[in-house]
């Protein structure tokens, strides 16, 4: 009974031995009698009992790794305090189990090392200004050297980057001072479009005003030339009018009826506005005025009933 006993004991740890169950995303490594045999994928696997032996355990996924802070010194000799993290994935586990002792300790040495390179071949505000540079040249050559390691590093990142306090304070009195700068011309560019802006404004103004002025006055000059025009035309028809009138029949006798009728208002109007009584020199053109106006008034009216152009001709 105890010998029953015994083997099933050995049974079950020579099939717990013996059956493996590899998760997903890992990778472990087999060596059969201290020599490397196989890698086991994700799954179910057997295993000889103590022929072989699981040795390494590598797991596939992306992995991130702190780089401790460390002091850089940079090109024009400024002290720089940097940190980073670096991203890698084991993509050979044969490799990462044998390649080397500790593959992380060793790409986390390699990292500080590339860094302080990269970073003593700048200056320091180029520091600032080339992250990308410092992160892309610290990956490219890690990425080299982990290669024998079974490791790919994926990419590098600087967390931070601080410079000694006397030197940020500089940094921080120049960015002020070129805020400031900014500032001032910024203000000068404001008041010089201004300047430009009030300028174009008046010389518009003074085009817009011209040109009304020279639109009015040609209007006006216009309205002259028309009014005299229209004057003008009125006087000729009015002319027109007068000698069809004197033409008339009876024309003449109201023409000398209405010059003597002017002549002895213009005389009692002299004589009205002064004191003094202005007398003709020669008092005949008064009567002869006088006695021409009552004549015409005393003259029976003409017969003007039209007549043949023959009889009105023979008349004249």
């Known amino acids: 009974m105890e010998i029953a006993l015994v083997l099933a004991v050995v049974a079950i740890v020579f099939i717990i031995k013996t059956i493996k169950i590899v998760p997903q995303q890992n990778a472990w490594v087999v060596e059969k009698l201290g020599k490397y045999d196989r890698t086991l994928t994700p799954g179910l696997a057997f295993v000889t009992?103590?022929?072989?032996?699981v040795a390494y355990k590598h797991s596939l996924k992306e992995v991130p790794l702190d780089v401790p802070s460390q002091v850089c010194?940079?090109?024009?000799?400024?002290?720089?305090?940097?940190?980073?993290?670096?991203?890698f994935q084991v993509t050979d586990p044969m490799r990462a189990s044998y390649g080397s002792s500790n593959y992380i300790f060793a790409i986390t040495q390699l990292a500080?090392?590339?860094?302080?390179?990269v970073i003593g071949k700048?200056?320091?505000?180029k520091t600032f200004e080339e992250r990308d540079h410092i992160n892309l040249a610290v990956v490219a050559s890690l990425d080299e050297a982990a290669a024998n390691w079974g490791v790919k590093v994926l990419r590098y990142e600087i967390k931070d980057l601080t410079p000694p306090a006397a030197i940020l304070h500089?940094?921080?009195?120049q960015i002020t001072a070129e805020r400031e700068k900014r500032a001032l011309i910024a203000a000068s560019e404001g008041r010089?479009?201004?300047?430009?802006n009030i300028a174009t404004g008046e010389r518009e103004a003074f085009i817009?005003?011209?040109?009304?002025?020279?639109?009015?006055e040609i209007n006006k000059a216009q309205g002259e030339a028309a009014a005299i025009v229209a004057v003008a035309e009125a006087t000729a028809k009015a002319?027109?009018?007068v000698a069809e009138a004197i033409q008339s029949p009876g024309g003449e006798q109201a023409v000398q009826l209405k010059v003597a009728e002017k002549a002895v208002e213009a005389y009692a109007q002299l004589a009205q506005k002064n004191n003094t009584m202005i007398v003709p020199g020669n008092m005949s053109e008064v009567a002869g005025l006088i006695g021409t106006a009552m004549a015409l008034m005393k003259q029976p009216p003409k017969d003007t009933t039209p007549r043949p152009p023959s009889t009105v001709t023979g008349l004249r």
Request: aromatic share 4%; no cysteine; proline share 2%.
């Open 49 to 53: 009992p103590f022929i072989e032996k």
């Open 73 to 87: 010194i940079t090109k024009d000799n400024t002290q720089l305090q940097v940190d980073g993290i670096i991203y």
């Open 112 to 117: 500080q090392t590339l860094l302080r390179s």
């Open 122 to 125: 700048m200056e320091l505000d």
């Open 170 to 173: 500089s940094m921080q009195a």
């Open 192 to 196: 010089k479009q201004e300047q430009i």
């Open 208 to 216: 817009a005003r011209s040109e009304g002025q020279r639109q009015a």
């Open 239 to 241: 002319i027109r009018q």
